[in-house]
């Protein structure tokens, strides 16, 4: 587990508050210091996420774990940028002999597609194609436009896990876009927490693997990725202003459902977790959305 500090964005006491996660249970920094943050996302625009872990450090847990309702972690970004296709096994999934773009495929998600940890992923009426895909995710905590590859991690603040939850048939309903299979509500998760960034060597090579009902359907490292987490910091402050509390989610490894013969889709009652070293451990069940 991390030792950089976790800290999350949970409701309990039929409020939403967030803190410092420890074994013992939940520090609640929304209730101390006077008010300083307002949310964890105020945290990562103050550049305080080290001063809100010290805050917590010591203090007795307001909330037990069982007592918390996990929500996304930064409830309203203004981005979330995602990476598709940024590991080796990814690309060879094409089948189409064409060496790895030069540059990334990208695409954007709306907040309200996501779902805290151990909340469930909603399969919508329109589709059974659910799948899942585990990544790691970058949070912005300085802002930047034409940011140099040397300067790109400066401009991290803290790392999370996603499971970037898509419907299938839905990416391929019209010629040239996958936002749509992308962004149906609650059909993805992240969190459950934010990890704090401290260096290169947090994240450089770290092992993320996904499974379902306990089977492992993808493994790799981070060390593997086509594109950097330099090079994306890069190549999308080109065209925008990366804000504090953007989101670029990085990819996921080969092995999703849609590529095992004959694919498998997600149903109601199965359970994905998303695990990396040193992150934590990002769990969800699945439900059917009611008619």
Request: aromatic share 8%.
């Amino acid at each position: 587990m991390s030792d950089y500090g976790r800290l999350a964005t949970f409701t309990a006491g039929g409020k939403t508050r967030f803190g410092l996660i420890t074994d013992g249970g939940a520090v609640d920094l929304s209730a101390h210091d006077g008010g300083r943050w307002q949310d964890l996302q105020d945290v990562v625009r103050a550049g305080d996420l080290r001063r809100a872990v010290d805050a917590a450090a010591g203090r007795t847990p307001d909330f037990g774990l069982d007592d918390i309702c996990y929500q996304i972690p930064l409830q309203a970004p203004q981005k979330i940028i995602c990476v598709g296709v940024n590991y080796p096994d990814r690309n060879e999934e094409y089948k189409d002999n064409k060496a790895a773009p030069a540059n990334p495929s990208l695409f954007v998600r709306f907040p309200g597609s996501f779902t805290g940890h151990d909340r469930p992923l909603v399969r919508p009426q329109e589709s059974e194609q659910l799948d899942y895909e585990g990544e790691l995710a970058l949070v912005i905590g300085k802002a930047g436009r034409r940011i140099a590859e040397t300067d790109a991690l400066s401009h991290v603040a803290a790392v999370t896990l996603c499971n970037e939850g898509t419907l299938r048939d839905w990416v391929r309903h019209a010629k040239f876009n996958v936002t749509q299979g992308k962004n149906f509500d609650a059909s993805g998760a992240m969190g459950p927490w934010i990890v704090p960034f401290v260096d290169e060597a947090q994240i450089a090579d770290i092992g993320l693997t996904t499974r379902v009902n306990g089977e492992v359907r993808q493994q790799d490292r981070t060390g593997r990725m086509i594109f950097s987490f330099r090079k994306l910091i890069n190549y999308i402050s080109t065209f925008t202003t990366l804000a504090p509390g953007d989101i670029i989610v990085t990819g996921t490894p080969t092995g999703a459902g849609a590529r095992l013969d004959p694919p498998v889709w997600l149903k109601p009652g199965d359970e994905i977790t998303v695990e990396a070293e040193g992150i934590g451990l990002l769990r969800n069940g699945v439900v059917a959305e009611d008619m």
